[in-house]
Protein backbone atom coordinates (compact mmCIF):
# COMPACT_ATOMS: atom_id res chain seq x y z
CA UNK A 1 0.00 0.00 0.00
CA UNK A 2 1.52 3.63 -0.76
CA UNK A 3 0.72 6.03 1.75
CA UNK A 4 1.87 9.04 -0.12
CA UNK A 5 1.12 10.16 -3.88
CA UNK A 6 4.02 8.97 -5.27
CA UNK A 7 5.36 12.52 -6.56
CA UNK A 8 5.96 12.83 -3.13
CA UNK A 9 7.14 9.58 -2.00
CA UNK A 10 9.92 10.27 -4.43
CA UNK A 11 10.63 13.96 -3.80
CA UNK A 12 11.21 12.93 0.07
CA UNK A 13 14.10 10.45 -1.27
CA UNK A 14 15.65 12.55 -3.58
CA UNK A 15 16.24 15.57 -1.04
CA UNK A 16 17.38 12.79 1.57
CA UNK A 17 21.20 11.83 2.32
CA UNK A 18 22.47 9.90 -0.79
CA UNK A 19 22.44 6.12 -0.36
CA UNK A 20 26.06 4.46 0.34
CA UNK A 21 27.64 2.50 -2.75
CA UNK A 22 27.79 -0.51 -0.02
CA UNK A 23 24.37 -0.70 0.11
CA UNK A 24 23.50 -0.13 -3.06
CA UNK A 25 25.68 -3.28 -3.94
CA UNK A 26 23.54 -5.19 -1.19
CA UNK A 27 20.40 -4.00 -2.31
CA UNK A 28 21.40 -4.95 -5.97
CA UNK A 29 22.42 -8.55 -4.72
CA UNK A 30 19.22 -8.93 -2.48
CA UNK A 31 16.84 -7.86 -5.89
CA UNK A 32 18.92 -10.69 -7.83
CA UNK A 33 19.49 -13.32 -5.65
CA UNK A 34 17.53 -13.23 -2.45
CA UNK A 35 13.47 -14.51 -1.58
CA UNK A 36 11.14 -11.43 -1.19
CA UNK A 37 13.43 -8.52 -1.95
CA UNK A 38 10.97 -6.08 -0.68
CA UNK A 39 11.24 -6.86 2.86
CA UNK A 40 14.87 -5.32 2.51
CA UNK A 41 14.62 -1.44 4.64
CA UNK A 42 15.76 -0.02 1.40
CA UNK A 43 17.52 3.72 0.75
CA UNK A 44 14.93 5.88 2.43
CA UNK A 45 13.94 4.35 5.37
CA UNK A 46 17.84 3.28 5.37
CA UNK A 47 18.47 6.57 6.12
CA UNK A 48 15.90 7.50 8.38
CA UNK A 49 17.21 4.29 10.40
CA UNK A 50 20.75 5.70 10.37
CA UNK A 51 20.73 9.12 10.62
CA UNK A 52 18.19 7.95 14.39
CA UNK A 53 21.07 5.81 15.23
CA UNK A 54 23.61 8.67 15.08
CA UNK A 55 21.59 10.72 17.12
CA UNK A 56 21.19 8.01 20.19
CA UNK A 57 25.04 7.33 19.51
CA UNK A 58 24.14 3.83 21.19
CA UNK A 59 27.10 1.68 22.39
CA UNK A 60 25.30 -1.70 22.36
CA UNK A 61 22.45 -2.32 19.37
CA UNK A 62 20.01 -5.17 19.32
CA UNK A 63 18.79 -6.07 15.75
CA UNK A 64 15.92 -8.73 15.36
CA UNK A 65 15.35 -9.50 12.06
CA UNK A 66 18.67 -9.38 9.95
CA UNK A 67 17.17 -10.64 6.62
CA UNK A 68 20.60 -9.87 4.26
CA UNK A 69 22.30 -7.18 6.24
CA UNK A 70 20.51 -3.89 5.08
CA UNK A 71 19.26 -2.49 8.60
CA UNK A 72 22.15 -3.82 10.60
CA UNK A 73 24.41 -2.16 8.20
CA UNK A 74 22.47 1.20 8.70
CA UNK A 75 21.90 1.18 12.40
CA UNK A 76 26.07 0.45 12.42
CA UNK A 77 26.85 4.16 11.41
CA UNK A 78 25.98 5.50 14.34
CA UNK A 79 27.59 3.47 16.73
CA UNK A 80 30.22 3.93 19.16
CA UNK A 81 34.08 3.11 18.24
CA UNK A 82 33.85 0.48 20.95
CA UNK A 83 30.60 -0.53 20.42
CA UNK A 84 28.55 -4.12 19.18
CA UNK A 85 25.65 -5.02 17.28
CA UNK A 86 23.63 -7.75 17.67
CA UNK A 87 21.54 -8.75 14.82
CA UNK A 88 19.46 -11.98 15.21
CA UNK A 89 17.76 -13.99 11.78
CA UNK A 90 15.90 -17.17 11.86
CA UNK A 91 17.35 -17.98 8.07
CA UNK A 92 20.64 -19.49 8.11
CA UNK A 93 20.98 -19.96 4.47
CA UNK A 94 21.46 -15.30 4.34
CA UNK A 95 24.21 -15.88 6.99
CA UNK A 96 27.33 -15.66 4.46
CA UNK A 97 25.49 -13.09 2.71
CA UNK A 98 25.40 -11.19 5.61
CA UNK A 99 28.86 -11.67 6.47
CA UNK A 100 30.11 -10.36 3.22
CA UNK A 101 28.56 -7.27 3.43
CA UNK A 102 29.64 -7.16 7.27
CA UNK A 103 33.24 -7.78 6.29
CA UNK A 104 33.43 -5.14 3.70
CA UNK A 105 32.24 -2.58 5.74
CA UNK A 106 34.25 -0.69 8.55
CA UNK A 107 31.91 -2.21 11.20
CA UNK A 108 32.66 -5.70 10.32
CA UNK A 109 34.63 -6.76 13.54
CA UNK A 110 31.68 -5.09 15.98
CA UNK A 111 28.97 -6.91 14.26
CA UNK A 112 27.68 -10.22 16.12
CA UNK A 113 25.23 -12.36 14.08
CA UNK A 114 23.31 -14.90 15.88
CA UNK A 115 21.30 -17.33 14.30
CA UNK A 116 17.82 -19.25 15.66
CA UNK A 117 14.69 -17.97 17.27
CA UNK A 118 15.38 -14.53 19.20
CA UNK A 119 12.77 -15.39 21.55
CA UNK A 120 15.28 -18.10 22.60
CA UNK A 121 18.65 -15.88 21.65
CA UNK A 122 17.55 -12.64 23.58
CA UNK A 123 17.61 -13.70 27.03
CA UNK A 124 21.18 -15.20 27.11
CA UNK A 125 22.36 -12.19 26.11
CA UNK A 126 24.25 -10.36 28.98
CA UNK A 127 24.11 -6.82 27.96
CA UNK A 128 22.14 -3.53 28.37
CA UNK A 129 21.43 -1.85 24.83
CA UNK A 130 20.84 1.28 23.49
CA UNK A 131 18.98 1.18 20.72
CA UNK A 132 16.91 -1.84 19.13
CA UNK A 133 15.37 -2.38 16.01
CA UNK A 134 12.70 -4.82 15.83
CA UNK A 135 11.87 -6.21 12.23
CA UNK A 136 11.34 -9.59 12.14
CA UNK A 137 7.85 -12.31 12.33
CA UNK A 138 5.05 -9.87 13.05
CA UNK A 139 3.32 -12.18 15.68
CA UNK A 140 5.75 -12.46 18.05
CA UNK A 141 6.36 -8.27 18.21
CA UNK A 142 4.49 -8.25 21.69
CA UNK A 143 6.63 -11.65 22.80
CA UNK A 144 9.55 -9.57 21.85
CA UNK A 145 8.59 -6.04 23.60
CA UNK A 146 8.69 -8.21 26.95
CA UNK A 147 12.28 -9.56 26.46
CA UNK A 148 13.58 -6.94 25.89
CA UNK A 149 12.22 -4.65 28.17
CA UNK A 150 14.50 -5.55 31.43
CA UNK A 151 17.58 -4.73 28.50
CA UNK A 152 17.11 -1.63 27.82
CA UNK A 153 18.79 1.33 29.35
CA UNK A 154 17.36 4.36 30.58
CA UNK A 155 17.11 6.56 27.62
CA UNK A 156 17.24 3.57 24.91
CA UNK A 157 15.06 3.72 21.87
CA UNK A 158 13.07 0.97 20.38
CA UNK A 159 12.40 0.90 16.90
CA UNK A 160 9.36 -1.01 15.21
CA UNK A 161 9.20 -1.84 11.50
CA UNK A 162 6.08 -2.34 9.59
CA UNK A 163 3.69 -1.32 12.19
CA UNK A 164 1.10 -0.14 9.49
CA UNK A 165 1.21 -3.17 8.12
CA UNK A 166 0.17 -2.62 4.42
CA UNK A 167 -2.70 -0.69 6.39
CA UNK A 168 -4.72 -3.84 7.57
CA UNK A 169 -4.32 -1.98 10.95
CA UNK A 170 -7.48 0.39 10.44
CA UNK A 171 -9.07 -2.52 8.32
CA UNK A 172 -11.53 -5.28 9.66
CA UNK A 173 -9.53 -7.82 10.71
CA UNK A 174 -10.34 -11.49 10.05
CA UNK A 175 -10.15 -13.77 13.27
CA UNK A 176 -7.73 -16.08 11.54
CA UNK A 177 -5.34 -13.27 10.76
CA UNK A 178 -2.80 -13.74 13.60
CA UNK A 179 -0.36 -11.16 12.00
CA UNK A 180 -2.28 -8.17 11.52
CA UNK A 181 -4.04 -8.63 15.10
CA UNK A 182 -1.20 -9.54 17.30
CA UNK A 183 0.88 -5.83 15.55
CA UNK A 184 -2.25 -3.82 16.18
CA UNK A 185 -2.04 -5.68 20.23
CA UNK A 186 1.96 -4.02 19.79
CA UNK A 187 0.82 -0.94 18.91
CA UNK A 188 -1.63 -0.45 21.46
CA UNK A 189 0.82 -2.03 24.23
CA UNK A 190 3.82 0.33 23.35
CA UNK A 191 1.92 3.44 23.06
CA UNK A 192 0.03 2.54 26.30
CA UNK A 193 3.55 1.00 28.18
CA UNK A 194 4.14 3.05 31.62
CA UNK A 195 7.92 2.77 31.01
CA UNK A 196 7.53 4.04 27.22
CA UNK A 197 7.12 7.38 25.67
CA UNK A 198 5.93 6.26 21.47
CA UNK A 199 5.26 7.78 18.30
CA UNK A 200 4.20 6.39 15.36
CA UNK A 201 5.54 7.45 12.31
CA UNK A 202 3.87 6.84 8.64
CA UNK A 203 6.97 6.41 6.81
CA UNK A 204 6.81 3.26 4.48
CA UNK A 205 5.04 0.82 6.26
CA UNK A 206 5.12 2.47 9.26
CA UNK A 207 8.14 2.79 12.03
CA UNK A 208 7.31 2.95 15.77
CA UNK A 209 9.89 5.19 17.70
CA UNK A 210 10.14 4.41 21.44
CA UNK A 211 12.25 5.78 24.32
CA UNK A 212 12.65 4.26 27.94
CA UNK A 213 11.65 7.29 30.34
Known sequence: MDFL???????????????P??????????WQKVLAPRMLSGHFQGRVLSVLSKITHPKNILEIGTY????????????????KLHTIDINEELYDLQRKY????PWGKQIVQHTGNALEIVPK????FDLVFIDADKRNYPNYLEIILPKLSKGA?????????????????????IDTLEII??????????????VLLPIRDG??????K
Open 125 to 128: LNLM
Open 207 to 212: LTVSRV
Open 5 to 19: PQKIDDYAVHHSQKE
Open 68 to 83: TGYSALCLAEGMQQEG
Open 21 to 30: ELLQQLSRET
Open 157 to 177: VILSDNVLWSGKVVEEVKEDD
Open 185 to 198: RYNKMINEHPSLET
Open 102 to 105: FDLS
